[in-house]
C-alpha cells in the first residue's frame, strides 16, 4: 500500500465520506490544509530535482471543473473524474505538460457529483455514448488508494452509456469479480520490458500487464491494448517485434480473439527535458533532434519521414503478429 510522505488537503473533504475515509486511513502521516490543489506555492517553488520526491506527497481535494472534452478514438468524451496525476514517473507523461513537475497524484472526493453527470449525459444521448474516465490518472492505481473504480463500476447504471481506461499497472483483483455488465472496456498500455525498465519508473511489469489482460478477458471485460508510446530508440525496430512476440506466445486465446490496438508514438516536450536532465540525470536522453522536431508549444514529434517509416513498419508486424485483430488509429 502506498503511504505518503505528506498530505495536503482542502478543508472541504471533510463533507465527504471519501474524504473522511482517507483522513482516517492515513491518520498517521502529516498533513497541511490547503486551500486550493491547484496552486500550492511550496511544491510550485520546489527544484526539478526534487521531482521524485514530489511524488511522494498525496493531495486531496474536490474537482471544481467537470468539462468534458469531445474525443472520437475509443470514447466520445474525455471526463475529468476522480484523480489526476501519478506516484508513478513515466519519462514522457504527458501530464507533466499540464502540470510540469506538480504532476503528482491528486484525489478528488466528490465523485458522486462526478458519476451523477456521465450518467445523466448518457442518459439524454440519443445514442450510446463512451466515456474516458482515466485521461488525466491512471484509475487501476488511484484504485488501491481510494477503491474508488471498484465504487464506480458498482455505481454506474445506464443502458446508454460505457466507460474505459488505460493502466500500466497489474492490479486488477479488486474488479475481477464485479457486475460490470458489460458496460467498461479496460485497456492495457505496454511497451518492451527495456523500456518499461528505463523509461516507465514505478510501473509494472510486461508480464504481469499481459497476466492482468488475461484476467481481465477472463472476467467478460472488454480489453484493449496500447502500444504506446512508440519510442524510436536506437533498436526500436527489434524491441517491438519482441514485444509482439511475447504478446503472441502469452496472451490467452480468448484474449487473442477479442483484443484491440491503439498504437500512439511517443511526444516529447521541452518540459520534460528540463525535468529529467535534473530529476533523472543518470537515464537515457529520450530527445534525439536527428530524428525529432518541433511541433509548437514547445513540444516534439518525430519528423515526418522518420513517422511514416515507423508507422509502416509497426503496420507490418502488427498484421505479422495478430492478422485478425482490430488497429483502431495509428496517431
Known amino acids: 500500500m502506498f503511504i505518503p510522505d505528506g498530505i495536503y488537503y482542502e478543508e472541504e473533504i471533510k463533507n465527504y465520506k471519501l474524504g473522511k475515509e482517507l483522513l482516517e486511513k492515513y491518520k498517521n502521516v502529516p498533513k497541511k490544509i490547503i486551500e486550493n490543489h491547484n ?3 511550496e511544491m510550485r517553488k520546489k527544484e526539478n530535482s526534487e521531482f521524485a520526491k514530489m511524488k511522494r506527497n498525496l493531495i486531496i481535494g474536490t474537482r471544481k471543473t467537470h468539462k468534458y472534452v469531445e474525443n472520437h478514438k475509443v470514447s466520445d468524451y474525455l471526463v475529468p473524474y476522480t484523480s489526476s496525476g501519478c506516484i508513478a514517473m513515466c519519462m514522457y507523461c504527458y501530464l507533466v505538460c499540464n502540470y510540469n513537475k506538480c504532476a503528482y497524484l491528486r484525489l478528488f472526493v466528490n465523485r458522486e457529483q462526478m458519476l451523477d453527470k456521465i450518467t445523466k449525459t448518457a442518459n439524454k444521448s440519443e445514442q450510446n455514448l463512451t466515456f474516458e474516465i482515466g485521461s488525466n490518472s491512471d484509475l487501476i492505481l488511484e484504485n488501491t488508494i481510494t477503491n474508488n473504480l471498484v465504487w464506480t463500476i458498482e455505481n454506474f447504471n445506464s443502458d446508454k452509456g460505457m466507460l474505459t481506461f488505460p493502466t500500466k499497472f497489474d492490479m486488477v483483483d479488486p474488479i475481477l469479480n464485479l457486475n460490470h455488465k458489460g458496460k467498461v472496456i479496460a485497456r492495457m498500455s505496454v511497451n518492451p520490458e527495456e523500456i518499461i525498465n528505463k ?3 514505478g510501473t509494472s511489469r510486461l508480464n504481469a500487464r ?3 489482460i488475461n484476467k481481465l478477458v477472463e472476467a467478460g ?3 484493449g491494448i496500447l502500444i504506446a508510446p512508440i519510442i524510436l530508440v536506437e533498436n526500436w525496430k527489434i524491441l517491438y517485434e519482441n514485444l509482439l512476440k511475447q504478446l503472441n506466445e502469452k496472451l490467452s486465446t480468448k484474449a487473442k480473439k477479442q483484443v ?3 498504437l500512439i508514438f511517443m511526444t516529447y516536450s521541452y518540459v520534460h527535458r528540463m525535468i529529467n536532465n535534473e530529476a533523472f540525470p543518470m537515464a537515457i536522453n529520450l530527445y534525439n533532434p536527428e530524428i525529432m522536431t518541433g511541433r509548437g508549444m514547445g ?7 522518420i513517422r511514416e517509416e515507423g508507422e509502416k513498419y509497426m503496420d507490418e508486424i502488427m498484421h505479422k503478429y495478430f492478422p485478425n485483430n482490430k488497429i483502431l488509429y495509428i496517431s
Not at 299 to 305: E, G, L, V
Open 210 to 212: 499481459i497476466e492482468a
Open 39 to 41: 496552486n500550492i506555492e
Open 221 to 223: 471485460y472488454k480489453v
Open 199 to 201: 523509461v516507465e519508473f
Open 299 to 305: 513540444k516534439y514529434a518525430y519528423k515526418q519521414t
Open 260 to 262: 484491440f490496438f491503439e
